[in-house]
C-alpha cells in the first residue's frame, strides 16, 4: 500500500510504501472493544467517597442507656439511622477499576486502527515539520492547506517539541503526542492522523518490529442450492409405491 507525501505548501512531493505489517490488517471490533474498555477503565479516577459510620468523626459515648428510658436503644450517635451518622453501602475510594489487558492484543488493535486510518485515506503524512517561528497562526495556515483541513486531527510527533505542542493545543481540533504514545482511544477521537516521515519510521520501529504480515483467511466456497424433491403416489399393478420426481 502507497501513500502521498506532502510538503508544508500542502503540494504532494512523493509516494512511500507503507509496511503492511502496520497498515494492511484486517480490523476486529471485539478486539478493539475490548482495548477501548480496557483503556478507559485504566484512566478512570475514583472520586465519589463517603464515609462510614466508623469513618465519621464522634460518636464514641453511648446516648443513653441501655434500659428504663422508654425511648429506641442505640448505641452511637454517629448511626446511619441518625442524622450526621455514617452512609450505608456509599461509594469509596477502595473501589478498583484496573483491568489487565495483554500487550499483543493492545498493538494488535493499534495496528487495525492504522490499517483503517491508511484505507480510509485519513493518514497524512508530511515529509519534515520546520516552521519559520512558532506561532498559532502559522501551524495553521499550514494545517488549512493539506488535506486535514478544519476536521479533528492528532498530530503524532517523532520528537517532543515542548514549544511545539504548546502551539498545537492552542488549536481546538487538534491534539499533538508522540509517536511512542500512540494509544487506541485517541486514534478513534480523532478523524485524520498527521504524521512526518521521522514518526512514520520511530511507529514502525516501535509498533512493527518482529511482526510478521499475518495471513488473510481463505474466502468461504459459495452455497450452492439443491432443489427439494417431492413424492407422489403411483398405482402399479395393484400396488402402491413412491416415486420421486423433482419440483418445477
Given at each position: 500500500m502507497k501513500t502521498a507525501v506532502y510538503n508544508l505548501a500542502g503540494d504532494k512531493v512523493e509516494e512511500i510504501e507503507l509496511n503492511p505489517v502496520l497498515f494492511d490488517i484486517e480490523p476486529n471490533i471485539a478486539v478493539i472493544h475490548q482495548v477501548v474498555?480496557?483503556?478507559?477503565?485504566n484512566a478512570r479516577k475514583v472520586l465519589a467517597h463517603t464515609k462510614g459510620?466508623?469513618?465519621?468523626?464522634?460518636?464514641g459515648k453511648k446516648p443513653w442507656k441501655q434500659k428504663g428510658t422508654g425511648r429506641a436503644r442505640h448505641g452511637s450517635s454517629r448511626s446511619p439511622i441518625w442524622k450526621g451518622g455514617g452512609i450505608t453501602f456509599g461509594p469509596t475510594k477502595e473501589r478498583n477499576f484496573k483491568v489487565k489487558i495483554n500487550q499483543k492484543?493492545?498493538?494488535k488493535a493499534l495496528r487495525m486502527i492504522l490499517s483503517d486510518k491508511a484505507k480510509s485515506d485519513n493518514l497524512v503524512v508530511v515529509d519534515k515539520w520546520e516552521?519559520?517561528?512558532?506561532?498559532t497562526k502559522l501551524l495553521n495556515q499550514i494545517l488549512n492547506k493539506l488535506p486535514v483541513k478544519n476536521q479533528k486531527t492528532c498530530l503524532a510527533l517523532a520528537s517532543t517539541d515542548p514549544k511545539l505542542v504548546q502551539v498545537v493545543h492552542n488549536l481546538e481540533k487538534v491534539y499533538a503526542l508522540g509517536a511512542n504514545s500512540l494509544n487506541v482511544v485517541d486514534l478513534l477521537k480523532y478523524k485524520f492522523l498527521l504524521i512526518s516521515k521521522a514518526?512514520?519510521?520511530e511507529i514502525e520501529k516501535i509498533y512493527g518490529q518482529g511482526l510478521k504480515l499475518e495471513a488473510k483467511p481463505a474466502a468461504k466456497p459459495a452455497m450452492v442450492k439443491v432443489k427439494k424433491q417431492s413424492s407422489k403416489k403411483v398405482e402399479s399393478r395393484g400396488k402402491s409405491r413412491l416415486v420421486r420426481t423433482k419440483a418445477k
Open positions: 474498555i480496557a483503556q478507559e477503565k459510620r466508623s469513618d465519621v468523626r464522634g460518636g492484543m493492545k498493538n516552521l519559520a517561528e512558532m506561532k514518526a512514520l519510521q
